[in-house]
Nanobody, 114 residues
Framework: VQLQACGGGLVQAGGSLRLSCAAS????????MGWYRQAPGKQRELVAH???????NYAGSVKGRFTISRDGAKNTVYLQMNSLKPEDAAVYYCCAYSLRNDYWGRGTLVTVSS
């Protein structure tokens, strides 16, 4: 499974960004996808994930501001990020889960200016 993430960039506090992550390869094994982030000097943390049945889960710090969604036809998961805060700045990573493995994409940098 290969994951291609994009959509990061520089945004002012209060602004919005949408991240995309397209999956390719042996995607039939994938049953969930998620977004993680890692800020400098901090551990990687879960931002949100979506199970292919539709269940979503969010970190408390982003609940109500971020929305994860999936386009099955495009094998793509999105992370709509609204009301961005400086503390949201991080490298965001896309992850795909199967029963046996986790797959990670390269990160995309989100910078939030105050």
């Amino acid at each position: 499974v290969q994951l291609q993430a994009c959509g990061g960039g520089l945004v002012q506090a209060g602004g919005s960004l949408r991240l995309s992550c397209a999956a390719s390869g042996s995607i039939v094994s994938i049953n969930a996808m998620g977004w993680y982030r890692q800020a400098p000097g901090k551990q990687r943390e879960l931002v949100a994930h979506i199970i292919y049945g539709g269940t979503t889960n969010y970190a408390g710090s982003v609940k109500g501001r971020f929305t994860i969604s999936r386009d099955g036809a495009k094998n793509t998961v999105y992370l709509q990020m609204n009301s961005l805060k400086p503390e949201d700045a991080a490298v965001y990573y896309c992850c795909a889960y199967s029963l046996r493995n986790d797959y990670w994409g390269r990160g995309t940098l989100v910078t939030v200016s105050s």
